[in-house]
């Protein structure tokens, strides 16, 4: 029987930490952080047409869908209890221009897209995006005047925008494109025009991070871009500013924050949520998704355990969500446990 060491015991005293790990039930006791399908938000890619479901090569798993389609993917969503989709377009090319003016069409296919899934599945929340970079011939966020990305003129068009996508019934307005002031002006351009009850969540910090480059093949913005978005997003060596960015968007009148990249930037959920207790959000981008996938595809990791592992951690950082392309999958496998 007995197997301690005079030596371990020594050390250890009667402070044995494996005591609460030694049998699945101990373990399941003093869980602390759970994944469930109420954390999902699953980011979407729409495309024009109608019948359409295209692979992304760079996201193996994830499609480019046209409306109707999305309307097809949001009830398999709604059916799976994930409570909301974030949606991004890609437009025609012919449609983009310096300032990404579709970005003020009524039906352009954003709001097309949030219309459609909205009347079908009316319990599903819809998320939006309105940086410009879906909609500007240089797949900038911003209006680029000469060599700047214009704070103030972009600010004015992404409220307006924000307001066109609440009226199409989004519920949420998520800017992303990082420029000073932007909360405060969509809420304000928001509340003149009725929508009181559409939240904001604020891309807050938003890292210049090359884990975005997936992405980019999605909505095919990535050949379009010229030079880098260091001018107006979160320098990657920045902790402290990221916070300061965040308090004004909170002061602005933000719901909710989301940190991107996500597992990069955990340490920045954690400084978030401890510094605002708003509900916070990390956004697991394109690139962490193709990594994982490529690392499973290649049998090197064990593809859903690593998934639900870097999931489990955002929880343990602090984040009440996170948006994921893994949402379906995580859903189909919190179901079938
Ligand atoms: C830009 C935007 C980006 C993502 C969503 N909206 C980053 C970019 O292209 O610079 C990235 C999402 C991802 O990588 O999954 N407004």
Redesign the pocket.
């Known amino acids: 029987m007995e197997n301690k060491t005079h030596l371990v015991d020594e050390i250890t005293g009667h402070r044995r930490m494996r005591r609460n790990r030694k049998a699945d039930w101990t373990r399941r006791l003093v869980q602390e952080n759970r994944l469930t399908v109420d954390d999902l938000i699953w980011?979407i890619f729409v495309i024009p047409g109608t019948g359409i479901v295209e692979p992304i090569p760079a996201m193996p798993g994830v499609n480019r869908m046209t409306v109707d389609m999305a309307v097809e993917a949001a009830k398999e969503a709604a059916d799976l209890g994930i409570p909301a989709l974030a949606t991004?377009p890609n437009i025609e090319m012919e449609l983009r221009d310096e300032t990404g003016s579709n970005s003020l069409e009524k039906n352009n296919l954003i709001n097309l897209a949030t219309a459609a899934i909205k009347k079908a599945v009316p319990n599903i929340g819809v998320i939006t995006?309105v940086?410009?970079?879906?909609f500007t011939s240089h797949?900038h966020?911003g209006i680029l005047r000469g060599n700047e990305i214009v704070n103030d003129e972009t600010v004015e068009q992404v409220a307006r925008a924000a307001v066109y996508q609440a009226d199409a019934g989004a519920d949420i307005i998520a800017p992303?494109?990082m420029m000073d002031g932007r909360i405060g002006a969509i809420r304000q351009a928001l509340d003149a025009a009725g929508h009181q009850s559409v939240g904001i969540m604020s891309?807050a910090t938003?890292f210049s991070?090359a884990?975005?480059?997936?992405?980019?093949e999605?909505?095919s913005?990535g050949g379009l871009?010229k030079g880098d978005?260091k001018t107006y997003?979160i320098d990657p060596a920045n902790g402290t500013e990221a916070v300061r960015d965040a308090t004004l968007d909170v002061e602005e009148g933000a719901d909710m924050l989301m940190v991107?990249?996500g597992l990069p930037y955990l340490d920045i959920c954690w400084r978030l949520k401890e510094a605002f207790g708003l509900p916070t959000f990390a956004?697991?981008?394109?690139?962490?998704?193709a990594m994982i996938k490529a690392a499973a595809a290649n049998g090197w990791i064990d593809g859903e355990k690593v998934m639900l592992e870097t999931l489990l951690a955002f929880k343990r950082a602090g984040c009440d969500g996170i948006l994921t392309?893994f949402a379906v999958d995580v859903a189909r496998h919190l179901a079938k446990k």
């Open positions: 980011p991004f995006d940086a410009l970079d879906p797949g966020d992303s494109e891309y938003k991070s884990f975005y480059g997936p992405y980019r999605a909505i913005t871009l978005k997003y991107k990249p956004y697991q981008v394109s690139g962490e998704y392309y």
